[in-house]
């Protein structure tokens, strides 16, 4: 019997884009809704501590802070990337790009 899988939304459809992207990446090992404490990360690269989070909304608008995390995240090392959702989705390529460029960043100041 076949399955009916019910349609993505928007946001998991940019999700599964992004993911997408990011597993092709050649040596970088990204994880996807990784957990952290008491958090959920969108996506992370343990390696060279970069921590990648979406968000909902338009760019300019209010969003909630998480400073608990945030700060728990930064005492362990890692780099938060803020992306729009809207931004990634009008954009994927240059979101890679920006991604890519950051983690080159790191590595570079990993092997100093």
Known sequence: ??????????????????WARLR???GFRFR???????????FVEHEHRLVIALLDGEPGKAQPVHIVRDRLLNEQGYVILRLWKTEVTD?????VHTIKTVLQ???AHDSL
């Open 1 to 18: 019997m076949l399955k009916r899988h019910r349609p993505l939304g928007r946001d998991a459809s940019v999700e599964n884009r992004l």
């Open 24 to 26: 092709a990446l050649e």
């Open 32 to 42: 996807r809704k990784s957990p952290f404490r008491t958090f959920t990360l969108d």
């Open 91 to 95: 954009n994927l390529s240059g979101a």
């Open 105 to 107: 960043d790191l590595a």
